[in-house]
């Protein structure tokens, strides 16, 4: 292999590591959402408040909802903000390294070569 395909060829192993940082953080917040959806039903207020003439005080909800959102949150920081550094370091790499392949856009993929069909007809 060439350098320069070597180079295509890093550049898509650290742009597949960054896919795989990133499916951990969708991960962590599929969990937290999860979480927090099976724990609706405990939030909800207690009918017997109702039943004495006290209607349940609509606020009340979200800020339980709120602040068992933020007690998850928490739980899993230090993990969050591992991976967004990790997250971050590699985008800077990614960025580093497509500026020296000189193309800030470019796919990992090889540049299509034409056929000697095709370069035949076009020539006069």
Do not use: V, W
Not at 31 to 36: A, H, P, V
Not at 41 to 49: E, G, V, Y
Not at 62 to 78: D, G
């Amino acid at each position: 292999m060439t350098a320069r395909a070597d180079r295509f060829a890093e550049l898509s192993r650290m742009q597949e590591a960054r896919r795989e940082i990133q499916r951990q953080l969708d991960r962590i917040n599929r969990q937290i959402t999860r979480r927090m959806t099976a724990f609706i039903p405990q939030l909800k207020p207690r009918h017997s408040f109702f039943r004495r003439g006290k209607a349940p005080e609509p606020s009340a909800f979200l800020e339980r909802y709120r602040a068992q959102l933020a007690a998850l949150t928490t739980e899993r920081q230090p993990e969050i903000d591992a991976l967004s550094r990790k997250l971050a370091r590699q985008d800077q790499a990614i960025a580093a390294l497509r500026d020296r392949l000189g193309c800030p856009e470019c796919e990992p993929t090889e540049p299509r070569r034409e056929s000697r069909s095709t370069a035949r007809e076009q020539t006069p």
